[in-house]
């Protein structure tokens, strides 16, 4: 079993930064890829942002590309995946969470809140 954390939201006005973190524990050999996705007021679909693979290949979504910056951190018996927001709009307000990507998702987290304001 793999259990993730999501943690770095937040209130922040446009144009301002966060950086979320994603600690993911268990059975973290058979994590590859991990991507953050996201889940936007009044929308039943999350979509995935950015991700990256055990070996750093990444992926971003259009809307963040130039301003998100995904990362990860492999350790013994843990994995912690990073993304550092700047440049923040309004319209990337959304609960953010982090899951398998490329692979069956495991059981989401709670997720982390973050509200860009204008």
């Known amino acids: 079993q793999v259990q993730l954390v999501e943690s770095g939201g937040g209130l922040v006005q446009a144009g301002g930064s966060l950086r979320l973190s994603c600690a993911a524990s268990g059975s973290i050999s058979r994590i590859n890829g991990i991507g953050w996705y996201r889940q936007a007021p009044g929308e039943q679909l999350r979509a995935l942002v950015a991700?990256?693979?055990?070996?750093?290949?990444?992926?971003?979504a259009d809307s963040v590309k130039g301003r998100f910056t995904i990362s990860r951190d492999n350790a013994k018996n843990t994995v912690t995946v990073y993304l550092q927001m700047n440049s923040l709009k309004v319209e990337d307000t959304a609960v953010y969470y982090c899951n398998k990507w490329g692979a069956t998702y495991v059981d989401w987290g709670q997720g982390t809140q973050v509200t860009v304001s204008s």
């Open positions: 991700g990256i693979t055990s070996s750093g290949t990444t992926y971003y």
